[in-house]
Structures are given as structure tokens and as C-alpha cells.
């Protein structure tokens, strides 16, 4: 795609740098909107939480090059770096000069969120050339949006070689219940938190979900994976369940914060990648907590589907398709 800059080009801009649920999820609604108006969309990942350089675009570093998403025109590259969108902007924030963008408090975050959420609801079309999606996006598109993106973006291929490694060696031949426990290790989880209101509760329910899920119905023996970003809970699990596997990473220090970060390198967002679509070809994955976006892919591929109701700790609600078949467990 030629980038001209001119003000005849309109544009929506996906500037995300948090964990890839959040990313993939954002972007999906932004692409809608880009779609419904348009528009050419940009996915500008600099400063994401998997790298260390605050100017490198993390798309092309972490998924493979693409030049449109079903007819809608894609910048996704370094790029960005030279290129100045054109004004006026929406949310108006962006109008202000450059330097008094730099600084954007949390409040002004959420502001934008709820605008642009607004918009997309609104199914209107901005005056502005350029809106800039720099907010949590999530539940802000429909699920066609986002099963587009996943069928459109792909794992750079070595990323893609280590799923299918993985998948040949642990899940040919086996019923696999994907496990995915956010434990968020001594990081501000903000609505995750009251599913860790009493850690051992928590850890009580995700092996009762466990055991449940391992006594459904399955066609072929039952394999246990875990996916967490927590030591603690790995070695809790394991002890339980001796026989659940895992993807060999690196983990933060107890307590050190999330493992979306950059002192990890760039290997820590392809094992991230590796554990979020392996998760999607599992055939039931538990969610704990159910709010997490890591596990909104496995949520679109898996049949079968284990949450916790928060409001009754000891319920099991599991969703399975066809949806008539969804019930309390």
C-alpha cells in the first residue's frame, strides 16, 4: 500500500501495548470500524510490554507481514515511525500538540475508551481523518470481527513451528483440557482480583474444575495442560496433578510482576504466543479468572468452555456447543 499522507487519507490507528488478548481483541473492533468507514487501519505496537525498544512496532516482530484484513488496507511495520497521520483526530485528545500527548493519565485513558466505545455503538462515522484506538477495546465488536483477525493474522512462523512441535508431541491421540489460571504475581490485576479474594478458595476451584472437566466425556485419553504466569500456582498444580505438562519458559520472581515483560525478551512473547493458541486447540479449556483476554481465542475455538459464576464461587458453568448444551457443573 502507497502511504501518502494527505489529507484526503483517513485512518485508524490501533496503538496497543499490553498482553496479546487485549491487543488482538482491540484490534479487532478497530478493524470493524476501519471496515464500516473506509478507512486504512495501522497497528502501531511500539513500546509494547514484550520489548525493550520503545520504537520497534511489535506486530511484525511477533506475527507475519500483512498488507490487508478482508479488503481493509494494513500499515503494520516499522513504518509508522515516519509516517504523520493526518488531522484532526478523534478522540480529541490528540488534537493537542505533540509534546502534551506524551503524558496520558489513567483517567484520560478511560475517557477515550468510552468515546471511542460510544462511536462504535453509535455506528456513525468520526470527521476526523485519523482515530486513534489507544484504549482497551474489548467486547467493543462483534465475534465475526474478531475470528476475522484471527483467521488474518498469523504467528511468524517460527512461532507457528513451535505450536505445531508442541502439539504433535502432547496432543495427537489425546483429549486435552487447557488450563489457563492469571494469577497476576504481585501485579495490580484490577477486575481479576475477586477471583484471588481468598488464594487457596481460588486454587481449590481451579482443581475442582480440574477434576470435572476430566470426568466429561472424552473420546481418547485425557491430558492436562497449564498455561499460568505464576511459579506458585505451577507448583501447587503439579503436586495435585502430576501428570498435567506444560510449555517450558522462564517465570518472574514470586511476586515480581507479569510475565508481559520486556525484561524477558522477546522470547517471552513467543511463548506467550505458543500457550495462547495451543490453548485454542485444546478440546476444553478451564478460564480463571473467566475476565482474562488471553484466553478469548480458546474462547472462539474450543468447544467446550469451564467458568467460575462470581457471584457463587462454588459454581462451575460450563458452555459447550451447541449452546443448548451448556450447563452447571
Avoid at 27 to 51: M, P
Avoid at 96 to 114: A, G, L
Avoid at 160 to 166: E, G, V
Wanted: proline fraction near 8%; include cysteine.
Amino acid at each position: 500500500m502507497l502511504v501518502s499522507g494527505s489529507m484526503k487519507d483517513r485512518f485508524v490507528v490501533s496503538r496497543r501495548r499490553t498482553g496479546f488478548g487485549d491487543c488482538l481483541w482491540s484490534l479487532a473492533a478497530a478493524w470493524r470500524y476501519a471496515q464500516r468507514t473506509g478507512r486504512a487501519l495501522a497497528i502501531d505496537w511500539r513500546g509494547s510490554c514484550y520489548l525493550d525498544q520503545p520504537f520497534t512496532n511489535a506486530f511484525p516482530v511477533f506475527f507475519e507481514p500483512i498488507q490487508d484484513i478482508a479488503g481493509v488496507p494494513v500499515i503494520c511495520d516499522d513504518q509508522i515511525n515516519q509516517f504523520s497521520f493526518p488531522g484532526p483526530f478523534f478522540p480529541p485528545w490528540w488534537n493537542k500538540p505533540s509534546i502534551d500527548c506524551v503524558y496520558r493519565p489513567d483517567e484520560q485513558i478511560f475517557r477515550e475508551r468510552d468515546e471511542l466505545s460510544r462511536l462504535f455503538q453509535t455506528q456513525d462515522d468520526s470527521e476526523a481523518n485519523t482515530v486513534v484506538c489507544d484504549a482497551c477495546l474489548m467486547w467493543c465488536c462483534d465475534q465475526d470481527a474478531e475470528r476475522q483477525i484471527f483467521r488474518s493474522v498469523k504467528p511468524r512462523s517460527e512461532v507457528q513451528a513451535r505450536i505445531d512441535t508442541i502439539y504433535r508431541e502432547h496432543f495427537i491421540g489425546h483429549s486435552v483440557v487447557g488450563v489457563h489460571v492469571r494469577h497476576g504475581n504481585g501485579e495490580d490485576i484490577m477486575g481479576h482480583a475477586p477471583y484471588w479474594a481468598d488464594p487457596e478458595l481460588a486454587l481449590r476451584q481451579v482443581c475442582t474444575a480440574i477434576y470435572k472437566a476430566k470426568a466429561l466425556p472424552h473420546p481418547r485419553p485425557v491430558k492436562v495442560f497449564l498455561c499460568t504466569d505464576s511459579v506458585l500456582v505451577l507448583d501447587q498444580l503439579s503436586e495435585l496433578h502430576p501428570d498435567l505438562f506444560t510449555v517450558p519458559k522462564r517465570f518472574q520472581a514470586h511476586q515480581a510482576g507479569p510475565l508481559h515483560n520486556a525484561e524477558l525478551g522477546v522470547d517471552g512473547g513467543f511463548s506467550a504466543l505458543v500457550e495462547m493458541y495451543l490453548l485454542g486447540r485444546c478440546d476444553t479449556v478451564i478460564r480463571f479468572p473467566p475476565t482474562s483476554a488471553f484466553t478469548r481465542y480458546a474462547c472462539l475455538s474450543v468447544p467446550r468452555i469451564i467458568e467460575f459464576d462470581l457471584n457463587d464461587p462454588s459454581r462451575l458453568i460450563l458452555i459447550a456447543e451447541p449452546p443448548e448444551n451448556s450447563q452447571t457443573i
